[in-house]
């Protein structure tokens, strides 16, 4: 009587390693890499440097222009000069601020965009970029820089400078809200007027100067 043996099942093959990246998805992870460097170096370049952040975004114009910059839109209406200025208050006293230069009375206007503005003391940009800051000789409330300019309408005042005569030739009026600019703004705005000043226009303007120019404060 024979005998029948029953065949063994082969043995399972052992699993096998995993199979290390392929050339092609190594080469995917890699231009996936240097697109996202890219944009880093992108994104980087686009933001302003420490040093740049702050730095107005000027808008410019001339005498008579409506100059509009982000927040607000300002005006030059007249640039005269004189050798005195004569301020008259509310209740009628009259005080006199003289200058062993002269006296740049701009009379100037401003509207808001959306909110109320107020700005910074004006500046007086001279043609080889010496900046004045309007002089504190004068009655701050006939500033334009003193009352809020609000949407809507338009805020007159003055902007008066004590410069020397080589200041005038291709001076500039530069206007800017104070306090810095609103948060996360990088660049506040300004508004730059040329006065038209240039040597005919300075020698005009010198020869209209008054011997008193006279203003009224605010009632």
């Known amino acids: 009587m024979s005998t029948v043996t029953p065949e063994r099942a082969p043995a399972a093959a052992p699993p096998r390693p995993p199979r290390p990246p392929g050339r092609l998805r190594r080469a995917g992870a890699l231009l996936a890499g240097l697109a996202l460097a ?129 200041a005038l030739t291709g001076s500039r009026i530069v206007l800017a809200p104070g306090g810095g600019g609103f948060i996360g703004e990088a660049y506040p705005p300004e508004a730059e007027i040329d006065l038209g000043l240039d040597d005919a226009g300075t020698q005009r303007l010198i020869a209209a100067a008054k011997d008193v120019h006279r203003l009224e404060a605010r009632r």
């Open 38 to 166: 890219a944009a880093a170096v992108a994104l980087q370049s686009a933001a302003p440097e420490p040093g740049e952040r702050g730095a107005p975004l000027t808008s410019t114009g001339r005498v008579g222009d409506e100059v509009a910059a982000s927040r607000f839109t300002a005006r030059v209406e007249a640039v005269h000069a004189a050798r005195s200025v004569e301020i008259a208050d509310a209740a009628g006293a009259v005080e006199t601020a003289t200058t062993s230069g002269i006296f740049v009375v701009v009379e100037a206007a401003a509207t808001a965009h959306r909110e109320p503005q107020k700005f910074g003391r004006p500046v007086l940009l001279s043609g080889d970029g010496k900046r004045y800051t309007a002089t504190d000789k004068v009655d701050s409330t006939l500033d334009i820089a003193y009352p809020y300019v609000q949407p809507g309408w338009w805020t007159e005042g003055v902007a008066v400078f004590d410069v020397p005569v080589t």
